[in-house]
């Protein structure tokens, strides 16, 4: 069964720091691979795509990167704001799979003053 | 911007109950989608149309039908609620056939079954 495994669970982070959340997946083929950000009661938004074949992939100070020969993709948070505060949901798309999505349980980042 | 609008954002039924949730998309898009999200399981995909009257089943279809009936309106409908369907329900839209495109969510809507 495809999985995709995120962690830590959580994070609590001081404001102005740097912190990376991990994703380790085991979809394969897949077409690409995306990074949600999920603001509490809100719904996901896109932060990040990127196909098989690339290696990294920036939005602001947000930073993806991927491994595909290791199955394992990563998002760096730079200099961290209070409104980094939220859910990161790490998403892996199968190449033959349409609509059907596969989701990470996501990384609950908190961001203190 | 894509607005993906979803009726109720809170909402309290009783076990039996038939109950709807209604999803709105203002930017013509042919795919729409309804997950469930609960603490620790991730985004489970329940039903996605890819166009008006067309729907497919997705990982857990199971007490669940949909209904659409018109492009831009994509109804999730619980037959029989029951406790275990107490959830965070996500709709999504997205353009294209293509896996390229990203999928854009509503804010969902938290249903509690008593």
């Known amino acids: 069964k495809n999985q995709v495994e995120q962690s830590p669970q959580s994070l609590i982070i001081l404001e102005g720091k740097n912190c990376t959340l991990q994703?380790?997946?085991?979809?394969?083929?897949?077409?690409?691979l995306r990074w949600y950000k999920q603001d509490t009661g809100r719904g996901p938004v896109s932060l990040t795509i990127?196909?098989?074949?690339?290696n990294t992939k920036s939005n602001g100070r947000y930073t993806a990167t991927l491994d595909a020969d290791t199955k394992q993709s990563s998002l760096h948070i730079t200099a961290s704001q209070l409104s980094d505060s939220a859910s990161y949901i790490c998403?892996?798309?199968?190449?033959?799979?349409?609509?059907?999505?596969?989701f990470g349980g996501g990384t609950r980042v908190l961001v203190k003053p | 911007d894509v607005k993906v609008t979803q009726s109720s954002r809170y909402l309290v039924k009783r076990t039996g109950e038939k109950v709807f949730l209604e999803c709105v998309q203002d930017?013509?898009?042919?795919?729409m989608f309804w997950y469930r999200q609960d603490p620790g399981l991730g985004l489970r995909l329940i039903y996605f149309?890819?166009?008006?009257?067309?729907?497919e089943k997705g990982d857990i279809p199971e007490g669940y039908s949909v209904s659409r009936e018109k492009k831009e309106r994509f109804s999730l409908i619980l037959e029989s609620a029951s406790t275990n369907q107490t959830s965070m329900y996500l709709c999504?839209?997205?353009?294209?056939?293509?896996?390229?495109?990203?999928?854009?969510f509503g804010d969902g809507t938290r249903l509690s079954i008593l």
């Open positions: 999504a839209s997205r353009q294209g056939q293509g896996n390229g495109q990203p999928q854009h």
């Open positions: 994703c380790n997946y085991t979809v394969s083929p897949f077409s690409n």
């Open positions: 990127m196909t098989f074949s690339e």
């Open positions: 998403v892996v798309i199968p190449k033959a799979a349409g609509n059907k999505l596969t």
């Open positions: 930017m013509d898009h042919e795919n």
């Open positions: 149309s890819y166009d008006v009257k067309m729907k």
